[in-house]
């Protein structure tokens, strides 16, 4: 796992102090070594966590010839076997690095070399026979990568942070994109929160010629994936193979692997299957709280860890150690996003970080197998919903923050960009085949949106702040087009979803286990904002930059006093104050935060 940056110039040569600040504000994905190349107008640049390859890894990568040079982060699970292929075609790998088979893997396949890649993966290959760059992201989206197209140049980084400096002014907050973060708990598709800022998108590469134009491919759809008509002993038949298949391309590392362990379904099969297929103990992390009312799942998690005797550690944290945490958080996040998971997810980092460099983690599982009950609305609900939230067949209607606040809280300019917050669960929506069912509508919506840009980000940025390389296996492409293609009574049932992956773990967890009523990862926020510290906040966040420029400090005034009286309106409290935090962090450029601070220090 590493961090990358780049740029390519119109007419000047690449400004390799330049790359040189962008890569050190990337450290912290890639703390054990840097590269830095420049040709003319081109310049990449690379920080690295060595996790394959260990001593001959370094980037750049060039081939013999020195034709293409590329900087990558990230794994290609499959490149033991695309080795291989590559060899008997005549490539002469230089190192043992997974990643020098994209760069071969592209002198002799092209582009439909792209369709070769298993794997989590944002790589930058220049070809210096064509001038040109290509910038290419992985199918679902599981590593980062942006861009800013300028008069005079594009630059490229796997963070914002690292363009930041780079550009030539403060960027500009896109007011359609904070509508999205506040509603929808993220922005989604190709704009970011930053006006001249954008994401290459999952299972795209784009060409960037010498000239700046832009050419997009996109070498992977989910849409493409065809419904199949299977039995379940047909469909755990095709699946057992292919999972296994995936494990053990995702087990390969020069480096020791954990899990982080919840009281749910998903890590539970990642963990049986972990120690199914390697000889080694797994270490196992979980989390819960010492002072929360809020039930967490550290009994669930424990008894997984003794069932299949993994080295278990569970963090117990105060509510003030989690919420000290927040600064970091934001600033961690780099993209604008609220998800209450991300400061537990945090502190799991911080743990496995002192132990390990690879950790695994059950994000997508839900979106491949419809765990979610938001997958299985009653007829009446879907039917009311597609009426009065048109658009998305009622999926996703409505937004995160209570309409009421919504009309008091934000400004003129923000209030107009909120009436379309939903547009992009609509654009999803549409672009799902007729041939469709609405599961896999719901399915897909949340993969093209709520995976890419909250939990991808969550998992991706969280345990990059601590260098720690998160792998996904139900993320894997292979996994969600199996669990798209799926027939929907193999998925779900009135009373629980995921029955396809339940059925299926029977023969190897409990069954109490995994037909247990789904909880979710629980973070007591309301419980928090309460006492001297709702009080503290009452004086500062009114008088905050980036709540005065956007909100009216009356309204967010008024909204305080209603959580301190009836503690019903945590979602919006919350959501300013994650937002004045980054503001100040990103925008305002107030430095790094320490693991744990006063988070009013930072508004």
């Not at 107009?416 to 896999?440: G, V």
């Not at 969280?462 to 027939?487: N, T």
Request: proline share 5%.
């Amino acid at each position: 796992m590493c961090g990358i940056a780049g740029m390519v110039t119109r007419h000047e040569s690449a400004d390799e102090a330049l790359l040189q600040r962008m890569a050190a504000t990337l450290t912290h994905r890639g703390p054990e070594d840097s590269g830095v190349y420049c040709s003319q107008g081109f310049g990449i640049a690379h920080t690295r966590l060595a996790i394959i390859d260990l001593p001959g890894g370094h980037q750049p990568l060039f081939d013999a010839e020195r034709r293409y040079a590329l900087v990558a982060n990230g794994e290609i699970y499959n490149y033991v076997e695309l080795r291989q292929e590559l060899e008997a075609c005549g490539a002469r790998p230089l190192t043992r690095s997974d990643s020098e088979v994209a760069l071969h893997g592209w002198a002799h396949w092209g582009r439909q070399s792209l369709t070769r890649l298993n794997g989590m993966y944002a790589f930058a290959l220049f070809d210096h026979a064509q001038r040109e760059l290509w910038l290419v992201r992985d199918r679902l989206g599981i590593k980062p990568l942006y861009y800013a197209l300028l008069p005079d140049r594009l630059l490229f980084a796997s963070e914002l942070k690292a363009l930041l400096p780079a550009l030539p002014q403060q960027p500009q907050i896109d007011p359609v994109a904070l509508a999205q973060y506040f509603q929808n708990q993220h922005c989604s598709g190709r704009d970011t929160i930053f006006r001249d800022i954008h994401r290459v998108l999952p299972g795209e590469a784009l060409r960037i010629g010498s000239d700046l134009q832009i050419e997009s491919l996109r070498y992977w759809r989910a849409t493409d994936v065809q419904p199949q008509r299977l039995s379940f002993e047909q469909a755990a038949e095709a699946w057992t193979p292919l999972f296994e298949q995936v494990m053990r391309e995702h087990l390969r590392a020069d480096v020791p692997l954990g899990l982080f362990l919840s009281g749910g379904v998903d890590s539970a099969v990642l963990l049986a299957q972990l120690q199914g297929l390697q000889a080694q103990r797994i270490r196992t992390y979980s989390i819960g709280w010492s002072d929360a009312r809020q039930k967490d799942e550290l009994d669930g998690a424990q008894r997984m860890a003794r069932l299949f005797d993994s080295d278990h550690q569970a963090i117990v944290l105060s509510s003030q150690q989690v919420l000290r945490r927040l600064p970091r958080m934001a600033w961690a996040a780099d993209d604008l996003m609220r998800d209450y998971a991300c400061l537990p997810t945090l502190a799991l980092a911080e743990a496995a970080g002192r132990d390990l460099k690879v950790v695994f983690s059950g994000e997508g599982g839900d979106e491949a197998f419809a765990g979610y009950g938001r997958y299985r609305p009653g007829a009446v609900e879907r039917g009311y919903k597609s009426l009065r939230y048109p658009g998305s067949g009622g999926f996703r209607a409505r937004g995160e923050l209570k309409g009421t606040w919504v009309r008091k809280l934000f400004g003129t300019e923000l209030s107009a960009a909120l009436a379309a917050h939903r547009k992009p669960y609509i654009q999803a929506w549409s672009d799902t085949p007729a041939a469709w069912s609405d599961l896999q509508r719901r399915q897909y919506v949340d993969i093209a949106t709520n995976l890419a840009d909250d939990l991808l980000v969550k998992s991706d940025r969280m345990l990059m702040a601590c260098s720690v390389e998160g792998r996904v296996p139900f993320c894997d492409h292979r996994v969600i087009e199996f669990g798209l293609s799926l027939p929907d009574a193999l998925k779900v049932r009135r009373d629980a979803g995921k029955v396809f992956l339940k059925r299926w773990a029977e023969s190897f967890l409990p069954a109490d286990h995994l037909w247990q009523r789904k909880a979710g990862f629980h973070v007591p926020v309301g419980e928090w904002l309460r006492g001297d510290f709702l009080s503290r906040l009452a004086t500062e966040l009114p008088r905050n930059p980036a709540i005065r420029r956007w909100c009216r400090p009356q309204a967010v005034h008024v909204l305080l006093q209603r959580q301190a009286a009836h503690h019903d309106v945590t979602r919006e409290v919350w959501s300013l104050l994650q937002f004045a935090i980054w503001h100040r962090l990103t925008i305002e450029g107030a430095g790094v935060p320490a693991s744990e601070a006063d988070p009013l220090d930072y508004v």
